[in-house]
Structure formats: C-alpha cells, structure tokens
C-alpha cells in the first residue's frame, strides 16, 4: 500500500475538525452546560446525585418524544399529534398494563402499526403531515377521554421501580437519556439504512430512482417515531401516580422545540438525534432552573420559549460566522 | 443490420404518450459494446424521455427493450436497469445534499452494509473520483449540500461509474458537462473514451455539438420523438449535425450580425461594479445601450456579481451601482425562474404587477395584454396564455422568463447563463431580440459558458477567482483569448 | 358536462360548503326539521371568529412550506385581556380597547417577524417561541382574573339581523375585501408567488421581505382583533379562550382548498370549512355522541375531507 492511500482517510478526518460548522454542532451541548452551570451557580446543592435526580426526572419522557418527533421532522413531515399519542399510550398502560400485561402489549403495537399506517396514508395520498397528524391528535385524544374520563388508572410496581432506580454514581435520568441518544444516533447516523432514511429528506427523488421505497421508508420512519412515543408514554406514568388523556398535551410542542434546539433543521433530513436528546434535557432543565431563580411558574413557559430564542439567535450569528 | 457488433441494449418500437402529447412515436435505438453513441435533439425531440425509459425511471406504452440481447419483461425498472449494470447520471442533480459524499454513494449500491459500510463506501468513491478527475480535492465525508455545483456534479458522474455487486456496463450522460467547467468536462470525456476503448459502452447527450463530434463513435439526431439521422460521428460535422436536427440556420450565423457599434464611452454608464473578491479596482463598466458578456469558468463568481448588480438596483453603492431599474433573466429555470402553479400569462405579468396597478389593483385587461403583446413578439409557443406555465417546453419556458424581464420597466437586464440546455432555434430568435432591445437603448449583462455566445456582445469581461482578469473589446474578442484569461494561473499579472 | 365537471374541479372549495350543508342536512334530519335555523344561526356567529383567524393564517401558510403562525392562541388570549382591561366594562372606551387589541396583535406580529428575519429561523419555530413567552406575557398580565366586557360591546357582537348575526356580516364583507387584495393586489400576488419559489420570486422583483412582514404582522392582528370579539361575545376574556384556533386555524385553510405547500389560497373556502367544522360539532351533539366519540370522528372527517380533496397534485 502507498503512503497516500493510508495518509487520505486521516486528512479527511483532520479537514472534518477545522470545519467551521463544527461550533454550530457543538452549540446544543454549549446552550445545556450553560443552563446547568447557571443552576449550580444559584443552588450548589443541585450539583449533587440527588439533585441531578429530581431536575431530570421528566427528561425521560420528553426526551422520547422528542426523538420521535425528530423521526418524522428526518422526512419533513411534522407531528402534531406526538403529544396526544402519548398520552393515550399513558392511558391505555393505566387501563390494563398490570392486569392484562400481554393485551396491553398487543394495543401497544397496534398503535405503533396505526402509526406507520397514517405514514402510509400521508406518503401514498400525499397529503400534508401537518393536517393529518392533526387530524390524528383528536382522534388519540377522543379514544383516551373515552378509555379514561377522569384520572385514575393504576401504574405497575416494576415500571415506578424502574423510573425511580438509583444506579450508582449517575443518576437514572442522565444514563437513560444518554442511552436513548446512543440508540437513535446509531439507528439513523451511523446505520446504513439510516442514510437512505436520512436521504429521502434530503432528496427523495435520487432516493426513490435509486430503487429505494419511498412508502417503506416513510412508515419506518413513522413507526420507529410510534416506537419512541409508546416508549414516552411508558416512562411518563412510571413518574406519575394517575395517568390522564391530557397528561402529555404540551409534548407536541415541546418535542418540535427539543428537536429544533438539538440543531435539527426543519426541512432537507438534517437532524442529530444526539442534539435532540440535549435539546430535550436543556428545555426540561430550564424549569427547574426557574424554581431555583424563585420565579413566579407562570413565566415557566415563557422561559423555554426565550431559551428557545437565545439559542437560535446563537446559531444565527455562527451562521453569520461561517457565511465570511 | 447496418453495425455487426454485439450490442448492449436495443430498443426497439419504444412508444410513449404523456396525455395526448406524443413524446416518442416507434423509436429503435442501439447501444454497441465498446460503443459511445451521442444523443443530440431539440427540446422536446424526445431524448430525455427515452433516457427515462431505458433507465427505467418511465415505463414505456409500447415497445421492446432488450439488453445483452435478453427481452426485459413488463416490470422493466429502475432495479432491474442497475442490476443488469445500466447507470443513469441525470440533468438535474439527484445527490442527497444532506448525506456526505461517501453515504451518497452508499444510497446507490444496496450491498454497501453491515459495519464498515461507510468504510468501503469513502473507498470506492474516492477511487471513482481520482480516476476520472485526478486532483478534485473532494473529501468523501463532506456534505454535498456545502460543496460548489461542479463537485456535486463531479460526484454524480463519479458515483454512476462506481461497481459493486453489478458491473457497470452502460453509462447513460444526460448533459454531463452543463455544469462542469471546461477541465473537468474534457477530464470526464476522455474517461469515457478509456472505458469504452475498454469495452464499455456509453450514451451521451450534450448540447455541445463540439463535444458530440469529438468523443462519439456514432450519432443518433432525434426529432419530434422520432429518430432522424443514426451514422457514425465521422461522417457529421457542425453544419450538418445543425442540419439533422431540423435547424435551417446554424450557429455560424451569429457571426455574421456582429453590431456595428459607436465608440464605447459615447453613452453614459449605467452599471459600474467591482466584485466583492476584487484585489486591484477593476470594475465591470456597462453603458447604456451596450451588449457586455461575462465569461470564464463555471462557477467563478460570475453569478454572484450579476445578483449583486441585482441588489443594487436603483442605488449607488461603494462597490457597485446600477442607474435604474434592473431585471434578471434566470438560467437555473426551475429555482430560480418559473412560478409553477401561475400561468404563462401571470408568470410574465410578475415582473410589471406594480405598472399594471390601476386605483389600487392590478388591472387585468392591461395584464392580458402584455403578456399577449410578448407572446407574439418572443413566439412563446402555446395554444393558450393562460395555460400553466409547465406546459410549455424547457426552451418556451425560458422565451417567458426573457419576456418577464424585456416585458417591464428595466432598463438594465441581467442574464445568468439563460441559454443552458436551451436548442439552438430558440436560441437564434432570443439573440436577435437582445440585440433589437439594445438597439433601444437598453443595457445588457450576459453570463455565458457558450464561448460563442459572446459574437453577441459588444465587450466582454472574464472572470476567474471571483475577480475579473480581462477587459475584452469587441474588435479584440478571439476564443483564444478567453480560454487563456479563464485558465491562467494566479500570482503573475 | 365535462366543463361543469372541470370548473368544480377548479374550485376544491366547493367541496367544503358540500360537506357543511350535508352535515347540517344530517343534523335536521335526526331533529325531524326542528331548530335547523337556529344551528345555522350559532354555526355564523361561531365560525366568524374561526374564519377571522383563519384568513390570517392562510395568508402565512401561503407564503410557503414551514410558514404557520403558531402563536395564535396566545394573541387571542393576550388581546383579549388587553382590550377588556382596558375597556374597563365602560362604552365610552370601546374604540380605545380595540384600537388596544389591534395594538397588540401587530406587537406579537412585529417580534414575531423581527425573530423570523434577523434569526433566519422556520417560522413556525419562531412563532412557536413566540407563543410561548406571549403565554406567559398574557398570564402574567391578566392574573387570570376575568373581565366583563362593555354592555354595547357585548351587544354589538352578539346582535342578530333576522337570524344573521351582525358580526359574521362583518365577516363575509370582510373575507370579500380580503379576496380582492389576494388576487388582485401586488401584495396578494406577492404572497403567492413567494409561496410558489421564495427565491425565483425575489429574483422576478417581488418585495419578499415586505410582503412576509405585511403577512405576519395581519395574522397577528387578526388574531388580535378576535380576541376581543370572543372576549366581548362570551361575556369576558379568558386565558384558554383561543386554545381551539391553532388547530381549528390550520383545518380550515387545509380543508377550505388552500395548498400547504404554498402558493395557491382560497378565501371562500375558509367560510365554508368553518361552517363545516362547527356544523359536525354540532351534528355528533345531536347524535348523543360523547365527547371522545366526538373527538375522535371530527377527527377522522378532518383526515377524510383532507384525503378526498387530495394532497398536493403535481401541477401539470
């Protein structure tokens, strides 16, 4: 072998560092370590295992439906209806997860199958996502009001144990969050099919002359984000006492904001799941850090909104940066 | 048979209708092994839609098509036309500008999997890329969307010839060097005839007859979705590869009405602008009335200083001033032209909507009379003005954008390239209304990557670099004198 | 025939009226003809505010993929407050309230449009952002305390011309005027055209800039504007007041023949697919249907109209 044919992949690898577009990849993880040492800052006793814990408790959740999100937003789609799916899923495991364990598991897929079918309505109809998973968002929040009117509903030991496990040394929220980014990072980045997932929203026409099925990928990807907001669901009534048809209303939202806070673009299949994942932990931490401030919780929502903003006026000024 | 040699693929009767539009009427067509046949037509002669149909993008109404002598069943596709080693580079470019070069790669060729797929992917294409254009400096793990028009197309071209589980034994190019530079265009040819003089075959199409002449064995002249000439190469030249394809008048007539124009400077100037990477204060100089050409490579910052003049329309700006309205005439048609849900009539109107306004709205009876007004004078040939825009064929489509910008207030037309993939009959009847116009005192900037477009114009800039390098008169224009300001290396001056 | 066939074909908003007058058809024939101008009196005075902030929203979901304003709701919610705080329940105030309202709809539309500009960001993220701190913004303003708005007020938007409610003539005079200028303005066609290709649309000499600006500050206005109608019609401002429009705003431009894609708008239809949205409510009512049946049929009828009027054909 020649010098050159073993020096190339190292270059290439060397030219990758001094992109400048590296600093926009980096800003998810910057905007979250800013946020936590702001936190520490005002209450060092957060920077402790238990701490930790208890502000990141509901990333879990978050952090499932905002990689399903990211699923759809890959093919430029959009869910508006990630939310009331999970909150059905919350409901439908309340109603029977511990008293027909295998029913409920047999639902759950049926969802999770309903959910690549609507992928398979939008591709082959070629409607817009926005109004069918609108559309969609009624009807899982219709059949959860009727599984569940009021609260109720019972939550399995073994689940609230598993929300509540103390590893040792790092808390539960931070491994399962890291464990759901390395998942989803190896699905979509770092598998080959996942960058034939990827192309078809960069270009779904080379995707689909290339002799790929545009309609397979687009219900994978729609049932792999069914898988992600079965997952939320779970995880959500692991934390609650009482599941309800509302409980993960604000996961539409919050899911479009991880994703897009994550450095994941709203059009052409460019999205990190990884960023996602920090996007989705950073908004959840943004209220933590408002009862540590001692603000009034009515500005709770304003502040992932101005955190939202900050973060995005950021990228702006790199992208002015690079634009030189 | 008139060719005695084993063929690659042979079609024969091929039909296809697009509504009641008949795009191929019975077409045969034969590829030879070690063969590069050249596909030439207008717009609209049916090229593209036979491409399609061997690539198996389209399937055909009727017809047989045949590779390596097999009769390929009903369910002939784009799989199929892989699997049997036919590879298709299209017009457009159909890279993932998301994914990196090397996962661009991947998406073509199904066995690239399981670990070390991205690997084996970066290998192979960069293996493509150093053997048909050494020293392209392309990186298989950048993102194609960051990378210039001629590297992406680079990697398309590279991608087509790559083997993995099927060899590669046709390679279809659909107006490969549109978006090359003059380098890499005659890089890729020569590659073409390696592999051929190698026993492969190719189909090429391009609207440089020059490029057709030199590097086909065979040509095939398309017309009205028919074939109307099929002869070896060196049997043709110019004028009667011009003549096949149905056009009275060829190029070479350009020539012959070079304006007699009235010493530079008569006039006032109108445009005044240093591009933005200029080193030393040169500046591209328009005066009213005047024909300037903009050459060079594809790609060296021509198109930006046309957008720039564009911004500046009306103002006087340090770097740049453009005295007046300015309109532009796109030459990438589908994103930066068309408006395609309006019709013809509306997507000329765009330009005028603010002339056209009478007690605060627009006034339709004017509307409909200019875009009629433009219709007859450019002969944008359509049954009905308000038709949509797509009907029309690629050459119609640019005749609009043309009327768009003569059809309003501008007097200061901006050109990028607007004759790119455009046949050379719509092409003689747009040159001669240019210069009409100037005639009437309006100014032109034309954006060129056809040397011989710039016989229209009165002087010509070359850029490199970003930077103008040469400040040609028309008394001194030569092709040579192009080629050598476009290719000259930097430092000296 | 075939030229009846094509000119409905041309009008996908026809089919939105098609479906309102087979769903109220519906609900009278259960009532046995009873009330049938009632429910067409309540489905006018309802679908008025419905199409008041759906003809903003369809002006930005017009000007292209990504453009939707989000923060709908939110204005609702914080001109509302703004104009009943300031009418004070007093007659003598009722122009300072809606000038106030109006206010500040085109404040929420000027940082909106300031964020989509100088962030170079989806405006739907924007919006969405927006909303959010407009949210709180409106919390924090009306401590959740209710107003009641002016008795003139209060009659003003709940008076009946022979059934017709006087507001929702407003309204269709208003979605007249608000047809002219999409098709026959240089503001509409900008809008359009920036809908069909941004860039090519620039390049023809189009104001894209000013024309998205016009866009998100009217949107926002409207919805300001209707915040203090929903206000004054149901007798005092709340904070979940406009929580059904985000959604109800999207169906019915989809619904009423407008592209999502962008570049192709229809006013009528918006009238029609508010009439019909409200119309099915009210039918699944009459049936007895509870609220999860009912929310899961309105939204299958959302899916199933949107998938009989077809996606986005290609347009040749």
Not at chain 1, 95 to 102: G, K, S, Y
Not at chain 2, 148 to 156: C, L, W
Not at chain 2, 373 to 391: C, F, V
Request: glycine content about 12%.
């Amino acid at each position: 072998m020649t010098d050159s044919v073993l020096s190339s992949p190292l270059r290439d690898r060397i030219d990758m560092l001094r992109d400048p577009r590296l600093l926009r990849r980096a800003l998810p993880a910057v905007s979250l370590a800013a946020i936590l040492i702001a936190i520490f800052l005002i209450n060092d006793r957060a920077m402790s295992y238990r701490g930790l814990d208890l502000m990141l408790k509901y990333a879990v959740p978050i952090a499932f439906a905002t990689i399903a999100q990211m699923f759809i937003l890959t093919v430029n789609d959009l869910d508006l209806s990630i939310g009331a799916f999970v909150g059905l899923v919350a409901c439908i495991a309340g109603t029977w997860l511990v008293d027909q364990p295998v029913l409920c598991v047999l639902i759950l897929a049926g969802c999770v199958a309903s959910y690549a079918a609507v992928g398979a309505l939008i591709h082959v109809r070629r409607l817009p996502s926005i109004v069918v998973t609108l559309g969609m968002s009624f009807v899982w929040l219709g059949i959860a009001v009727i599984l569940m009117p009021t609260p109720g509903g019972t939550v399995p030991e073994w689940l609230k144990g598993l929300m509540s496990w103390k590893p040792p040394l790092i808390p539960f929220p931070i491994v399962a969050c890291a464990a759901i980014a390395l998942v989803a990072h190896v699905l979509l980045m770092e598998s080959s099919y996942g960058a034939v997932l990827r192309g078809a929203g960069g270009n779904a026409t080379a995707i689909d002359r290339a002799g790929w099925s545009l309609l397979r990928i687009r219900m994978s990807m729609y049932a792999l984000a069914g898988f992600f907001g079965v997952l939320s669901g779970l995880s959500l009534i692991g934390l609650t006492t009482s599941p309800d048809a509302h409980i993960a209303d604000r996961y539409t939202l919050l899911s479009i904001a991880g994703v897009i806070l994550g450095g994941g673009e709203f059009v052409g299949g460019r999205v990190s799941p990884i960023g996602a994942v920090i996007g989705a932990v950073t908004l959840t931490l943004t209220g933590s850090f408002l009862i540590f401030m001692r603000i009034s919780p009515d500005w709770q929502i304003g502040a992932q909104g101005a955190v939202l903003i900050v973060v995005l006026a950021l990228r702006a000024l790199i992208k002015l940066r690079e634009g030189r | 048979m008139l060719h005695a040699t084993e063929k690659i693929v042979s079609l024969s009767g091929m039909t296809k209708s697009f509504g009641a539009v008949r795009a191929l009427a019975k077409v045969d067509l034969t590829v030879g092994v070690g063969e590069c046949l050249g596909l030439v037509g207008h717009n609209g002669a049916g090229k593209s839609t036979l491409i399609n149909l061997l690539a198996g993008t389209l399937a055909p109404d009727g017809g047989e098509i045949r590779i390596s002598g097999q009769a390929q069943p009903a369910g002939y596709g784009v799989r199929r036309a892989s699997a049997l080693g036919i590879r298709c580079v299209f017009q457009e470019l159909s890279l993932c500008p998301n994914l990196s070069v090397a996962e661009n790669t991947r998406i073509y060729h199904k066995s690239l999997r399981g670990w070390g797929w991205r690997g084996s992917a970066a290998e192979l294409i960069r293996r493509g890329l150093d053997e048909i254009f050494p020293g392209h400096g392309i990186s298989p793990h950048a993102t194609v969307g960051d990378l210039p028009i001629g590297d992406r197309q680079m990697v398309e071209i590279a991608r087509a010839f790559t083997v993995t589980d099927s060899p590669t034994r046709l390679v279809i190019l659909d107006e490969p060097t549109s978006s090359l530079d003059a380098v890499a265009g005659k890089q890729l040819l020569t590659y073409v005839r390696k592999l051929v003089a190698e026993g492969g075959s190719c189909l090429l199409t391009s609207h440089l007859l020059g490029d057709i002449l030199d590097y086909c064995d065979r040509v095939v002249v398309m017309k009205d979705g028919g074939v109307v000439a099929d002869r070896p190469a060196v049997e043709f030249d110019r004028e009667s590869l011009v003549a096949a394809m149905g056009n009275v008048v060829s190029d070479a007539r350009i020539k012959a009405h070079a304006r007699v124009t009235a010493q530079r400077g008569a006039m006032p100037v109108v445009v005044k602008a240093v591009p933005k990477l200029q080193a030393d204060q040169a500046a591209l100089v328009a005066h009213k009335g005047e024909i300037i050409g903009l050459a060079g490579l594809a790609g060296h910052g021509q198109t930006r200083l046309l957008l720039q003049i564009f911004e500046a329309a009306g103002q006087t700006r340090a770097d740049t001033n453009a005295a007046g309205p300015v309109a532009l005439v796109a030459g990438d048609r589908q994103n930066d032209g068309v408006l395609h849900l309006w019709s013809i009539a509306r997507n000329i109107s765009v330009r005028s909507m603010r002339s056209l306004v009478n007690m605060g709205l627009i006034d339709g009876a004017a509307e409909a009379a200019l875009a009629s007004k433009w219709r007859e004078r450019i002969r944008i040939r359509t049954p009905d003005i308000d038709n949509n825009i797509l009907s029309l064929s690629g050459g119609n489509q640019q005749k609009v954008l043309f009327a768009r910008a003569l059809g309003s207030d501008a007097g200061i037309i901006l050109m990028d390239d607007p004759m790119r993939g455009v046949d050379v009959g719509t092409k003689l009847e747009v040159y001669e209304l240019i210069r009409a116009e100037a005639e009437a005192g309006r100014t032109f900037i034309w954006y060129t990557t056809e040397i011989e477009e710039l016989n229209n114009c009165d002087h010509v800039y070359v850029m490199r670099d970003g930077q103008i390098v040469a400040d040609i008169a028309r008394a001194e224009l030569t092709e040579e004198k192009v080629l050598q300001a476009s290719f000259r290396e930097g430092a000296q001056t | 025939m075939r030229a009846l066939a094509a000119r409905i074909g041309n009008k996908p908003w026809l089919l939105s009226f098609a479906g309102a007058l087979a769903v109220w058809l519906a609900t009278i024939l259960f009532t046995e003809g009873k009330g049938g101008g009632q429910i067409i009196t309540a489905a006018l005075a309802f679908s008025t505010f419905t199409v008041i902030v759906g003809i903003g929203q369809m002006f930005v979901i017009t000007t292209g993929p990504g453009n939707v304003d989000l923060s709908i709701p939110s204005t609702i919610a914080l001109a509302g407050g703004v104009a009943m705080k300031i009418m004070g329940g007093q007659d003598g105030l009722i122009w300072l309230g809606l000038l106030a309202c109006i206010g500040a709809g085109l404040a929420v539309g000027t940082f909106n449009y300031i964020l989509i500009r100088l962030l170079k960001i989806p405006p739907i993220i924007a919006t969405l952002s927006s909303s959010l701190i407009v949210m709180s913004v409106a919390i924090s303003y009306g401590r959740g305390l209710q107003i009641k708005p002016p008795p003139s007020f209060a009659d003003f938007t709940t008076a009946q011309v022979a059934g017709v409610p006087m507001l929702s003539l407003c309204a269709i005079l208003f979605a007249m005027i608000m047809a002219v200028i999409l098709e026959r303005t240089v503001y509409g066609r900008a809008t359009l055209a920036i809908g069909q290709n941004m860039r090519a649309a620039h390049l023809a000499g189009v104001k894209v800039e000013r024309t998205r600006c016009i866009t998100y500050l009217m949107s926002a206005a409207f919805a300001g504007l209707c915040g203090a109608l929903l206000a004054g019609f149901s007798g005092g401002n709340a904070l979940n007041m406009g929580e059904e429009y985000l959604l109800a705003t999207i169906a019915v431009v989809v619904i009423g023949g407008t592209s999502v894609a962008g570049g192709r708008a229809n006013v009528p239809g918006i009238w029609g697919a508010a009439l019909f949205l409200y119309l099915l409510v009210t039918m699944l009512n009459t049936y007895g249907a509870s609220a999860g049946v009912r929310l899961v049929l309105t939204g299958l009828i959302i899916i199933a109209m949107i998938t009989l009027a077809g996606g986005d054909k290609p347009s040749r």
